[in-house]
Each structure stands twice: as C-alpha cells, then as structure tokens.
C-alpha cells in the first residue's frame, strides 16, 4: 500500500479510535450513575427516545457523509478543489432540510412516538431530544468534509467535546429535575436534554475549524458540476446507504415494540415490562461500547480506499481493507469474548444489579458479547463493498438479516420460557447473517477482495486464550477466595485478560510490524512488543 495512504488510514484510525475512547468512559460516567438515579424505568425511557432519534439520525446522516467523504477524497486526489467546494454546499444544503424535518417530527409528534413504542411515558425524552437532530446534520455536512480529506482531528476533538457536555448538562438536569418534580418520565427528559446541548457546542467547535479549512483550500479554476447534479449524485450514493442504515436502525425499533408487546401478551404487567427493557438496555449499553471502536477504522477506511482505486492502486486498495481487518480484530475479539465469558461480573459492576436482575443481565450480556464479533465483521464489510462503489448491496444484505431477526424475536420472545432472551439471540443471528451475505456477496463483486476471515483467525485464537484465563481468574476469586466486591471480580479479571491477550497476540502475530509502523509513535510500539 501507498505509505501515504496508509499512513493517513491508520492514523486517522487512530486518533478516532482514541477519541472513542475517552468519549466511552466518558459516556460509562453519564449512563451508569444515571440509570441509578433514575432507575431501569427512566433509563428505559431515555433508550426509547434514543432509539426513535436514531432511526431519524441515520435517514438524515447516514449516507450523506460517507457520500461527501467518497467524492471529496475522489476530487482531492484529482486536485479539483473547486469541485470539493461544490460537493460541500451541495450536502449542506440537503443536511439543512433533513435536520429541520427530523427535529419537527420528533418535537411535535413525541407523544405519539412514545405510544408507538408501548412507552408513553417517554414522551418528555423524545420532545426533548427532537432540536439536536437538525443540529447534528448540521455537524455531519462539517465532518464529511474533513474526513473527505483525510482529517480525522476535528471529528475526534468534537466527539470528546460532545460527550464532556451531555455528561454535565444531562446529569444535573437529570438531578434538578428530579428533584423538582418526583417525575421519573422528566427527568429522563432533562438527562437527554444533556445530548442536545452538547451538539450545539459541537456544533460551534466545527464550524469554527471548517472556516479556517475552507480558507486555505487551493484555488482552482476548472468546470464544476451543477448543483442539482452534484445532488443526484451525492444522493445516488447516500440513498442505498441510507436505506440500509436507517433500515436496521428502523428495524431495531420494531423489535423493541415486538417484544415489548409479547412481553406484555405472557402477562407481565408494565412496569415489570419496563424493568426488563431498562436491563437490556443497560447491556446495550455495554454492548455498543466496544462496537464503537469499529467506526474509526470504517470511517477512514472508506477515503483511503476511494483515493488509491482512483489512482489505480487496486492492490494498495486491498492492502488497506486487510489491514483494517487486523484492526478490527485486534479490537472486537477480546472484547467479544471478554464480556461473554466475564457477563456476570461486568454487569454486576456497571448495571449494579444483584438477584434476579443480574442473572437476567448476565445472559442478555453473554448473547450481546457473542454478537460484537459479527456485527465487527458486519461494518467493516459495509464500508470496504462503499468504498468499491457497490452501496446497494449491502442494503439488501441488512435487510434479509433485519427481516430474520424480526421474526426469531417475535418467536423467541412469545415463549414464557424464553421470553427477553429471545432479542439478544435475535441479534446474534442477524448480524451471522448479514456478515455472511457480506463476505459471499465482496467475493462476486470486487476484483481484489481483501481476506477479511483470514486475518480475523489470529485475533480470535489470541482472544480464546485470554477469555480462558479471565473467567478462570474470576472463578477462582469468587469460589475459591470468595470474593464478593465487585469491583475486584471485574477488574482484576478483566487485568489478567488484558496482559493474558497481548502475549498472546504478540506471540501468534495478530498485528504485524509493518502495521505498527504506520501508527504514531509506531516504531516505539513495535519495540515494546517486540515486533520484527
């Protein structure tokens, strides 16, 4: 591959991969005390409002950037930086109304969103959510333009100054709300009041960094495609795209109102309805952290690849998609099955919860961890197949894989012995479809496809010791020592996984030299692990 190409991937990759990282343990500071203060109904009630603005999020944002990253990075390697201009006021513009419509349904139709979802008490969340939406395309239209051009850093800063904000302004109106009204629907309200404010911040951060950017773009004097052409192709583009993204997204808010109904149908009453919900929410929660030190490398990804097939660089191209798929293994594997074999502690520490509530949190958690690994697989096949130029097909992929998960949770959850356990083993078996329609379907239709499984195997094996000696740790503290903090069962467990995985994955060679190299401070990293 390219030095230069490369170079910009895994550097991007990382400095998105470390704004990831201080935004999760920021967010476990905001979403754990949180579900303590407003209990598993509240936090239900806020992943409902979060869930509905998410199906919003990806009609409005989801295809857009990639397709502003795709053909700004394709006119930045041409040197048509006037082009790159029209594709920038080109997307904003369609953001502008996107964001407008989105924020209007969620804020004047919140109530009956709420009842759609079999929550009606989550009405207050919802309303509150709605202005962030226009706000966040507004972010998006400034971030597809810098990572057209290989500049992950204002992204990472706003993601870090985003989360910063919603944990302040969400928990004290969370607080003072609850303080104030006794209600549990308003003060779910307040903490989800935190997540529009920080996109206005965010916001007022991009916009700033994108005036001095778009000040220094060199100036060019060549023919540029009209604005409704841009537009057609911006939107032939971000369509599929879209569609597949607020698809899944969409159908995921389906499964909550499926299983919330059959729940409700075996004759639970609603609060213990609610309660259910909030504890799987809470393991989504955890679920979606790891998931979501994917999206640096899908993100980056997408230009890198678009750029080098332009010049030409097939091979280089392929080099890159393997690459990631090293990095995504080095992420997602550990990961998957750490919280697969270690559910029960990890659950009892962040959920907080003991008795029934965490032998139900700790097989929800085991079905999700299990899940981590395929829907790694499920993005990064996603974005390699968008930036070969084949957007549509994985559309269609998700859908299949939607549509079979709809149907094993409404089966699965309508069995009293079951019932709950029936969405976590839903999502395993969507996102094992999905990836496998996936890598068939890259086979058939990219002339270099980059060999995704080969380069997960050594991460996976690395991954298998490390879970063995983890649960092992944690057996012998809580049977042996008997233990019963649970900050120790996670921890040091969670310690011993981590020393356990990198000898491991050192030793199998799961990340290569070259691959270090490319990082920053890479040759120093190599040292330390002795790569050659």
Avoid at 4 to 12: D, E, R, S, V, Y
Avoid at 31 to 45: C, D, S, V
Avoid at 57 to 76: F, K, N, Y
Avoid at 107 to 117: G, H, Y
Wanted: one cysteine or more.
């Amino acid at each position: 591959m390219s030095d230069k190409k490369a170079q910009n991937f895994l550097q991007g990759t990382a400095l998105l991969a470390m704004a990831n990282a201080i935004v999760k343990v920021i967010g476990a500071v905001y979403k754990i005390p949180l579900n303590a203060i407003i209990g598993e109904q509240g936090f239900g009630y806020f992943n409902t409002a979060y869930e509905i603005y998410s199906v919003l999020l990806m009609i409005s944002t989801a295809g857009l950037p990639v397709a502003m990253s795709r053909m700004i990075s394709e006119a930045s390697a041409q040197g048509r930086y006037a082009q790159v201009r029209r594709i920038y006021h080109t997307a904003h513009t369609i953001f502008l109304g996107l964001g407008i419509a989105g924020s209007l349904l969620m804020t004047v139709f919140c109530r009956q969103l709420a009842a759609f979802q079999n929550q009606p008490d989550a009405w207050a969340a919802i309303g509150c959510l709605g202005p962030s939406m226009l706000l966040i395309c507004v972010m998006s239209s400034f971030r597809g333009f810098f990572q057209g051009q290989s500049d992950m850093l204002p992204t990472s800063v706003s993601q870090v100054i985003e989360a910063s904000v919603k944990l302040i302004v969400g928990m004290v109106a969370a607080i003072a709300l609850l303080k104030l009204t006794a209600s549990v629907p308003l003060a779910a309200g307040g903490a989800i009041l935190g997540v529009t404010v920080s996109c206005l911040v965010s916001v007022i951060y991009l916009y700033n960094c994108f005036r001095k950017a778009y000040k220094i773009l060199p100036v060019t004097d060549e023919n540029v495609t009209s604005f409704g052409a841009t537009a057609r192709l911006l939107l032939a583009i971000a369509v599929p795209i879209t569609i597949g993204s607020a698809g899944l997204q969409l159908l995921t808010m389906l499964e909550t109102k499926v299983y919330m109904g059959q729940l409700l149908g075996l004759g639970y009453a609603q609060e213990e309805a609610d309660t259910m919900r909030g504890i799987y929410s809470m393991t989504q929660t955890i679920f979606n952290m790891p998931c979501s030190f994917i999206y640096p490398i899908t993100i980056p990804i997408i230009p890198a690849i678009t750029a080098q097939l332009t010049l030409g660089e097939h091979r280089n191209a392929q080099a890159t998609g393997e690459s990631a798929a090293r990095v995504t293994g080095l992420i997602c594997m550990p990961c998957a099955l750490g919280l697969a074999v270690l559910a029960e502690p990890v659950t009892a520490l962040l959920g907080g919860y003991e008795g029934e509530k965490l032998a139900l949190a700790t097989q929800l958690m085991t079905f999700l961890g299990i899940s981590i690994i395929f829907n790694a697989i499920v993005l990064l096949t996603n974005a390699m197949m968008q930036a070969h130029g084949h957007p549509t097909i994985p559309v269609i992929n998700v859908f299949v894989g939607g549509l079979a998960k709809l149907a094993i949770i409404f089966l699965l959850t309508g069995n009293p012995a079951i019932n709950i356990l029936g969405a976590p083993v839903g999502t395993v078996c969507c996102y094992l479809i999905i990836s496998i329609l996936n890598l068939i379907s890259m086979r058939r239709v990219i002339s270099h496809p980059p060999a995704v499984i080969r380069n997960l195997i050594r991460p996976f094996v690395a991954a298998c010791i490390m879970g063995v000696c983890a649960w092992s740790a944690w057996w012998v503290l809580k049977t042996i020592a008997g233990i019963s903090s649970s900050l120790i069962l996670c921890a040091l467990p969670v310690m011993v996984g981590v020393v356990v995985y990198v000898i491991a994955a050192v030793s199998l060679r799961a990340i290569t030299r070259e691959d270090c190299l490319l990082l920053p401070k890479g040759e120093k990293i190599a040292k330390i692990l002795h790569l050659r």
